[in-house]
C-alpha cells in the first residue's frame, strides 16, 4: 500500500490539513484553529492523532508539504499575523520526515489556478474564456491578511508560482471616502498598506473609521447580507470598491491578462454583495487602460481548498 503524504495550508486564522496519496485526491481534510495550539508541531500531532482515529494508516508519512502565510526564505519560519515560529529542519527531524516542503500560501494557491474547472471558480465579469492561452494569471486574497501571487505559464503546460508580499504595498486611495480611511488608518500604523483595509480586520477597521463602531467581521458582513444595518452595508460596498482597485493593480503589474481570481476567506462570505458591489466597475477604473482590463476575466474562487492541490503539485515536483 502506497504511504500518505501529509498536507497543510496555514494561515493566520485556520490551518487545514489532509492525507494525499500521490496522485490521488485529498482525503480526511480538517480544519483547527491556530489559536488552539501553542506550536505547529502541536497542530500536525492533533491532526495526525485524530486522523488515526478515523482508521488512516498515518505511521508511514514520509513525505509532507506546508503553504502558509508568510515569505519563507530559508529555514526559519515566523508567520506574519499568528505566532508560530519554526526551523523546517527541526520540524521536519521532530515529525520523522525524509521531505518536509514549506512554501508561501498564496504561491501555493497560485499553482492551483490553471487546473480549476467550472466548479472550482465563478466569473465575476470580463470575457469567459478558457485558460486557452498560456497568459499569466493573478490572484488576490482577503483572509486574516491580504495575500498576492500569480503564475506565470513556463512553456509545455508547466507554471511559475510567484512568492511575492503585495498585500503589503501602500494602500492608494481613490475616492473622498477612502482618502478619509487613508488618513485614519495613518494614525494608527504610519504605513498603510492594502492588507490593512483588504482582510478580515481591515473590514473591521474600515467600518471603525466609517461608522465609529467596533463590531467582528462576521458581524459586519452577517448585518449587511441581511439588510438590518445601513452601515455595515456601506462598510462592505467600500471593502468590494477597494479590492476591485487593488486587484486592477495587481492585474497591471503582472501583466495578467489570463484572468484575476480572488482567493481568501473573506470574499466567499459577502454572497450576492460582492457581486453588486462595484468591484468590477473599480477594476477596470484605470483610466486611459480600461480596455486593457475590460478585457481580463476575474474569477472567485469556489473550490474549498485550492491551496492543499496547489501544495501537492509541489510536492510531487519536489519528490519526482
Ligand atoms: N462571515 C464573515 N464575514 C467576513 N469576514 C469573516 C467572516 N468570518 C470570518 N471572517 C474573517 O476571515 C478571516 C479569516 O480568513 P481565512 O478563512 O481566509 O483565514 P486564513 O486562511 O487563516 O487567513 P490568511 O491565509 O489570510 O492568514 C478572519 O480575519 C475573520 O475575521
Known sequence: MTAFRLLADIGGTNARFALQAPGDGCADIEVLACRDYEHVKDAIDAYLARAAARGHATDGIRH?????????????????NHH??????????????????????????????????????????????????????????????????????????????????????????????????????????????????LSGPGLEAIH???????????????????????????????????????????????GATGGMYIGGGVVPRLGPLFHASAFRERFEGKGRLQPYLARIPTWLVTEPYPALRGVAALLDTATR
Open 64 to 80: 509532507a508539504a506546508i503553504a502558509i502565510a508568510n515569505p519563507v526564505e530559508g529555514d526559519m519560519v515566523s508567520m506574519t
Open 208 to 254: 471603525r473609521v466609517l461608522a465609529g463602531e467596533r463590531l467582528a467581521a462576521a458581524d459586519i458582513s452577517a448585518r449587511a447580507l441581511d439588510g438590518s444595518c445601513a452601515a455595515c452595508r456601506a462598510t462592505v460596498d467600500a471593502f468590494c470598491a477597494i479590492l476591485g482597485s487593488v486587484a486592477g493593480n495587481v492585474a497591471l503589474t503582472l
Open 84 to 197: 508560530w515560529h519554526f526551523s523546517i529542519v527541526a520540524l521536519r527531524e521532530a515529525c520523522g520526515l525524509a521531505t518536509l516542503l514549506v512554501v508561501n500560501d498564496f504561491a501555493a494557491l497560485a499553482q492551483a489556478l490553471p487546473h480549476l474547472d467550472a466548479r472550482g471558480r465563478e466569473r465575476i465579469g470580463g470575457l469567459d474564456a478558457a485558460v486557452v492561452e498560456e497568459r499569466p494569471l493573478g490572484l488576490i486574497g482577503p483572509g486574516t491578511g491580504l495575500g498576492v501571487s500569480g503564475v506565470m505559464p513556463a512553456g509545455g503546460g508547466r507554471w511559475i508560482a510567484l512568492a511575492g508580499e503585495g498585500g503589503h504595498a501602500s494602500f492608494a486611495p481613490v475616492t473622498r471616502t477612502e482618502m478619509r480611511l487613508l488618513d485614519a488608518l495613518w494614525e494608527e500604523h504610519g504605513h498603510v498598506s492594502a492588507e490593512r483595509l
